[in-house]
């Protein structure tokens, strides 16, 4: 009975190592398969980043899709041409090409009030004069072009309310509309309309518009200061300059009072200023500055030279962080990653496992700007 049993169970084993074996068999991964577009392209200088990949995993059994386990390897964009990329998953590999090509550079149009309407200021009826007036629409903010006024749609409205003549007093809001490249830019003035028994002196408030400031970056405040504000007669043949601690300055954006006068948005901005029973508007331009970013890398007390079996370390290196050339930050090594890479390969760690001249990407990760620098493995 004993013999009986023992041979039934040599034969439950061995049943069981061959079915172990044979769900091996079928779970062998056999290669990696890329599903991605027919042509890929990236922009000289930006990052690339594979989000069209799709990475699947062929086993001898079923296929399973790995895209977030895969490791894609890191793609150098600052020259132009063709680049390969290796997808790496477990022991298996493939590639495939992207190019970097130059990236358009934007074109972005805005218009602009050159000259004011030489009128103003009207009373109650009159008939709206805009001789004078100059309108440009300007390319990237520098190279303008003057469009006919006869090209515009023209919107007269007061207190939000749509108006076909200068019937009541008030100030008047005059929009200016033109379609361009089939998108719509508008730009607004006001003027004011007083009763005819207006006894409003013939004296007026003014900006001296060449040695005021009237044009900001995106994200200033407005400064009165730089406002060179001025009683004249009709005529404007004598200014008597006033301090603007006396006056009160106003910003409005798109007939929106602006509290904090800061500049959140680009485009015309009204300036409304009063003293005493006089008051006048400017209009100031707000634009869009691209700030430069860099990451500058001190080596003079950073370990350089390493031997093989040594694991990478930043101690002693100097990570600082500039903004148009003015230091913003002493960055810690903790908010960056580093990565390594050999022959232009990346290291999967930090490792150096192999001899050699490492080039170490240093990147900070809250402004998304690196910076490299070299290291010897011995």
Known sequence: MKKIIVFLLCIFCLITFSSCSTDEDENELLSIELTKPEHITVEMGLIYQPKDIVVKAIYTNETRIVTSYAKFSHVDTNTLGTKTVEVTYKTKSATYEIEVIKGVPAINYSLRIKENPKKMIYYVDEQLDLEGIKIVMLKNDKEETEIDLDKFDMHLSLNGITKESLSEPGNYKLTFSIRHLEKLYSISLFIEVLFKED??????LIVDQ??????????????????????????????????????????????????????????????????????????????????????????????????????????????????????????????????LLLNGIEKPSLLLDEPGTYSVLVEFIDENVSEGYRIAVV
């Open 199 to 204: 006894n409003t002196p013939k004296d007026k």
């Open 210 to 339: 060449k040695q005021s400031k009237l044009e900001y970056w995106l994200n200033e405040v407005f400064d009165p200061t730089t406002m060179i504000v001025c009683i004249t007669d009709e005529k404007e043949e004598q200014r008597v300059p006033i301090l603007t601690s006396l006056c009160k300055f106003t910003v409005v954006y798109n007939n929106i009072v602006i509290e904090d006068q800061k500049f959140r948005e680009t485009g015309a901005y009204i300036i409304q200023i009063e003293y005493g029973n006089f008051k006048c508007d400017v209009e100031v331009i707000v634009k869009y500055r691209l700030i430069n970013k860099k990451l500058v890398l001190d080596l003079e007390k950073a370990k350089i030279k390493f031997t093989v079996g040594e694991t990478f370390s930043s101690s002693g290196l100097g990570i600082y962080y500039y903004e148009d050339d003015v230091l913003k930050r002493i960055v810690s090594s903790m908010s960056c990653n580093f990565t």
